[in-house]
């Protein structure tokens, strides 16, 4: 089965640090998708970004950039010169083409990034 | 404002008393699914459906009652709500057989059971 793994559970740094938040995944599929969610204090799930597993090619959006390494079944995720609004609980999110046609999210359990000024 | 809304928001109750929260999409979606997010855990799917009268059984449903009578609704119903189904729970919505796309989420509804 598939299985999602956000090893870090809390991560602080100063306003300005870059930070990395790992994400390892497990599927046999050939074909499945990978996803970052952010969840800020008021709760709300918020999409950030979807990566097929045929496209390795890593994104920027703006200060937010997305690694994807189909060797070692990685998708990190680093947010340069870091703000406060930054702070959240971010997902790391898997789904395959088979479950649900492709709908059914399976989480990791989440990392808790803490921005100080 | 294309939009998932769930109802209540909050909901302090106890053992035993049947309830209900709403989860009711405008985007015409086929697909629809509950989740609970309980900390450590991420969300786990409760129930899901890939449209009207057509549900099934996610990884952690039991306990939950669902049905989909309505192509925009899709109600989650505890008939009997213990402690441990105390958490935050989600609404989605998304097209069918498009895992490629977003999924959108409703705003949570945070259920205490006493």
């Known amino acids: 089965a598939q299985k999602v793994t956000q090893a870090q559970t809390e991560i602080s740094v100063v306003e300005k640090e870059d930070v990395t938040l790992d994400c390892v995944y497990e599927?046999?599929?050939?074909?499945?998708?990978l996803f970052w969610y952010k969840q800020p204090p008021s709760g709300e799930l918020v999409f950030l970004i979807r990566?097929?597993?045929?496209?390795?090619q890593n994104e920027i959006s703006g200060r937010y950039s997305w690694n994807f390494q189909k060797s070692t079944s990685s998708f990190n995720f680093t947010i340069t010169a870091s703000q406060v609004v930054d702070s959240a609980v971010y997902f790391c999110?898997?789904?395959?083409?088979?479950?649900?046609?492709?709908?059914?999210?399976?989480f990791g359990g989440g990392t808790r990034l803490m921005v100080k000024p | 404002e294309a939009q998932v809304t769930q109802n209540p928001r909050y909901l302090i109750t106890v053992t035993g008393k049947k309830l209900t929260v709403t989860c009711s999409q405008n985007?015409?979606?086929?697909?629809m699914s509950w989740y609970r997010q309980d900390p450590g855990l991420g969300l786990r799917q409760i129930y899901y459906?890939?449209?009207?009268?057509?549900?099934d059984k996610g990884d952690v449903p039991e306990g939950y009652k669902v049905s989909r009578k309505e192509k925009r609704n899709f109600p989650l119903i505890l008939e009997s709500p213990s402690p441990n189904q105390t958490s935050l729970y989600f609404c989605?919505?998304?097209?069918?057989?498009?895992?490629?796309?977003?999924?959108?989420f409703g705003p949570g509804t945070r259920l205490t059971v006493l």
């Open positions: 989605a919505s998304s097209f069918t057989g498009t895992g490629r796309t977003e999924q959108f």
């Open positions: 599927t046999r599929d050939t074909t499945y998708y």
């Open positions: 990566r097929n597993s045929f496209d390795e």
């Open positions: 999110a898997l789904s395959e083409a088979e479950d649900n046609a492709g709908n059914m999210l399976t």
């Open positions: 985007m015409n979606h086929e697909y």
């Open positions: 459906s890939m449209n009207v009268e057509v549900t």
